[in-house]
């Protein structure tokens, strides 16, 4: 089968022939219909994220072509997607609290076992996520890693109905963010983003109001009482602390390792809260694919050929590509 590999020395991606995986036990083996590329696979390629030689792609949907002996379900036909996080170990202290997403012995697809960029792939028959009928393979594939990211992160800031919110950059993350937002009722809702281009976008996805920043520095028009931080820009950070109102919550997404000079006075006169988001508590998942079904939100997708792998990965790299890319089989 055809397929992307991290090379062994560790930077960009290449194509090659692979065996079709083997099925294990609890597997199921799908075709691979849409494979989302995302800033992990960006930080993967440059070396960041190690574990050389595996096929990248951590959001992706296929249909079951076979099951393992272990598997009652899915069944074959089925179209199933997986996340991040697979195979978790089930009996550490935050799985036996169904907070799935803490636990340290799962792996980590296409990171610790072999990803989605690709003709075929494992999936965990217990980790495979049902995808519904109403979403393409290439917008569902799109979600598994960025809308469910986007909508954990509104929800850990309880960006509910009545709360003012600000996305910070309108990108694979943030415009879905700003749709989520404003279907979970949001009531007032502000984007900011590097690029005067999406100001127009940014409203038609739903923000009431939208602002360009520079240098990732912006002023909002009104105090809000929730942020959601997509941007890594220098800046961005202070920026969104400036921007919360009393007892106001930020979440964080970029997964940088630097780190950020901040001036801790507004956090105590304003009560404020920062929190790191990333993909949250399962039920999560089928949240955010609920509200597309139910509220119409749009994943704005492009779709790439396998074999341009390298082109999309570059094209992402670059920031070239549109709001996100999912490279088909
Ligand atoms: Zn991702
Ligand atoms: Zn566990």
Redesign the pocket.
């Known amino acids: 089968m055809l397929s992307v590999a991290v090379p062994r020395s560790g930077r960009g991606w290449v194509l090659e022939e692979r065996d079709k995986p083997t099925l294990g036990f609890h597997d199921v083996l799908v075709r691979v219909l849409a494979s989302g590329v995302c800033a992990m696979d960006v930080r993967q390629a440059r070396g960041e994220m190690g574990y050389p030689g595996l096929v990248p792609g951590h959001e992706f949907v296929g249909e079951v072509v076979s099951v393992g002996p272990g598997v009652s379900g899915p069944v074959p036909g089925d179209r199933v997607g997986a996340t991040w996080h697979q195979r ?5 202290e ?2 036996v609290r169904g907070r ?1 997403e803490l ?4 792996d980590e697809t296409g990171i610790h076992i072999d990803g989605g960029h690709a003709e075929y792939a494992l999936v965990d028959a217990s980790s495979a996520v049902p995808i519904p009928e109403s979403l393409s393979a290439e917008t569902a594939a799109a979600l598994l890693c960025s809308g469910y990211a986007a909508y954990s992160s509104l929800k850990d800031v309880a960006a509910g109905p009545g709360s003012s919110v600000a996305v910070i950059g309108i990108g694979g993350i943030g415009h879905l963010a700003v749709q989520y937002a404003r279907a979970m009722g949001a009531g007032r809702i502000v984007a900011v983003t590097e690029s005067a281009h999406k100001v127009q976008l940014a409203k038609e996805l739903g923000a009431d109001e939208a602002v360009v920043s520079e240098g990732g520095r912006f002023s909002l028009p009104f105090a809000v009482d929730a942020v959601v931080l997509t941007s890594e820009a220098e800046g961005a950070l202070a920026a969104a602390v400036e921007a919360l109102a009393p007892y106001g919550r930020l979440s964080v997404l970029p997964a940088t390792v630097a780190p950020v000079p901040l001036a801790l006075q507004r956090l105590l006169h304003f009560k404020l809260t920062i929190r790191g988001s990333s993909q949250g508590p399962r039920h999560r998942l089928t949240e955010m694919l609920d509200l597309h079904r139910r509220h119409g939100v749009k994943a704005l997708v492009e779709s790439c050929p396998l074999e341009q792998a390298a082109d999309a990965l570059e094209r992402v790299t670059r920031r070239e590509a549109h709001l996100r890319t999912v490279l088909v089989p």
């Open positions: 978790w170990c089930r009996v550490c935050h799985c799935l636990c340290r012995k799962a």
